[in-house]
């Protein structure tokens, strides 16, 4: 049986907001964590890295875009448009690999057209084993 602080003490902390707080001094990565951070109900690590907002959440990561609105997945190469709702709701839920594959169809994510097969090959391959994770057939649509 647990003390009395003790039983206290994780009332307090199960009673605490999840702020998600990102205090920057760059002004954009702050105005679009605040248009996703207002709909998360989990935690999450956020850091900046090279001007990206790198956010974690059960050993997935992936980097939102400063000036657009687009996301990707730290073992994956190409860049995808989000939703703030639905991205948020993603990563609740969990589920952002497969948000990220519904949105490499959207009509406002980049297209996947390169003019050196080979070189996209090859640069997808690199992303996948810097993660350890085998190429699959996603990677070569």
Do not use: C
Request: glycine residues 2%; hydrophobic residues 35%; without cysteine.
């Amino acid at each position: 049986m647990t003390s009395k602080i003790m039983q206290m003490a994780l009332k307090q902390v199960a009673k605490q907001p999840i702020t998600n707080y990102f205090n920057h001094s760059n002004q954009n990565l702050r105005f679009v964590w605040g248009h996703i951070r207002p709909h998360l109900t989990v935690r999450v690590d956020i850091t900046e890295q090279k001007g990206m907002i790198r956010v974690e959440r059960n050993n997935t990561v992936i980097f939102i875009a400063q000036k657009k609105t687009m996301f990707r997945i730290k073992s994956r190469l190409d860049w995808v448009h989000y939703e703030p709702i639905d991205l948020a709701t993603n990563i609740n839920n969990d589920t952002i690999e497969h948000y990220y594959f519904t949105q490499l169809n959207d009509p406002n994510s980049y297209p996947n057209d390169w003019a050196r097969l080979q070189e996209e090959y090859d640069m997808k391959t690199y992303y996948a084993n810097r993660v350890g994770r085998q190429i699959d057939h996603i990677d070569n649509i």
